[in-house]
Nanobody, 116 residues
Framework: QVQLVESGGGLVQPGGSLRLSCAASGSIFSINVMGWYRQAPGKQRELVAT???????NYADSVKGRFTISRDKAKNTVYLQMNSLKPEDTAVYSCNAVTMTQFNYWGQGTQVTVSS
């Protein structure tokens, strides 16, 4: 069993920055990959970024160069640093963890709103 708790969402102006955190607890040893997804109203859920147990990262083209995913192993926490935010980044952002058994765990989601 894995539990994921996100924090850091909120309202930010275009061009601003925000950092999301995802704290994992439970059977964290079983996690192979963690990532961030987002879903905006009327749109499909999309993958934003992933990071593997070994530290390899992957980004959606829409956020490459602006967002950075990282982890703190000591704190069992994954971060998403979001810079140069645009209104189209507005969405509910959810943390995801995939275990060695290919089971997906999800956080509750956190709202990010980019608006003037």
């Amino acid at each position: 069993q894995v539990q994921l708790v996100e924090s850091g969402g909120g309202l930010v102006q275009p061009g601003g920055s925000l950092r999301l955190s995802c704290a994992a607890s439970g059977s964290i040893f079983s996690i192979n990959v963690m990532g961030w997804y987002r879903q905006a109203p009327g749109k499909q859920r999309e993958l934003v970024a992933t990071i593997t147990k070994g530290g390899s990262t992957n980004y959606a083209d829409s956020v490459k160069g602006r967002f950075t995913i990282s982890r703190d192993k000591a704190k069992n926490t994954v971060y998403l640093q979001m810079n140069s935010l645009k209104p189209e980044d507005t969405a509910v952002y959810s943390c995801n963890a995939v275990t060695m058994t290919q089971f997906n765990y999800w956080g509750q989601g956190t709202q990010v709103t980019v608006s003037s």
